[in-house]
């Protein structure tokens, strides 16, 4: 069983920037996928980025591209967003997922999840 832990979210004005970082329990980090989810209230949940096992490839939304730069450091289990140019259509809970495939998570699915963290941009 996969255990992620997201953090970093919080409050930020719109055009600022915010990091959020997950944390994987797993001892082989580097043999998973993973990637950010999002929901905004009354929304359904939307794809945001996915990083291949290694790092060496990445998708992203349409809506983040150019924006948001997903990257891992295997060495500390863990994986990050960097979000740039932040917008009020940002907001939303995101959350942290994990499959054997990048493609898999751009896609849409996953098969690990983590409990989200609260994204607010205001405007």
């Known amino acids: 069983q996969e255990q992620l832990v997201e953090s970093g979210g919080g409050l930020v004005q719109a055009g600022g920037s915010l990091t959020l970082a997950c944390a994987a329990s797993r001892r082989t980090f580097s043999n998973i996928a993973m990637g950010w989810f999002r929901q905004a209230p009354g929304k359904e949940r939307e794809f945001v980025a996915a990083i291949s096992r290694n790092g060496g490839v990445t998708y992203y939304a349409d809506s983040v591209k150019g924006r948001f730069t997903i990257s891992r450091d295997n060495a500390k289990n863990t994986m990050y967003l960097q979000m740039n140019s932040l917008k009020p259509e940002d907001t939303a809970v995101y959350r942290c997922?994990?499959?054997?495939?990048?493609?898999?998570?751009?896609?849409?699915?996953?098969?690990?999840w983590g409990q989200g963290t609260q994204v607010t941009i205001s405007s």
């Open positions: 997922a994990a499959a054997l495939t990048a493609r898999t998570i751009a896609g849409g699915t996953s098969d690990y």
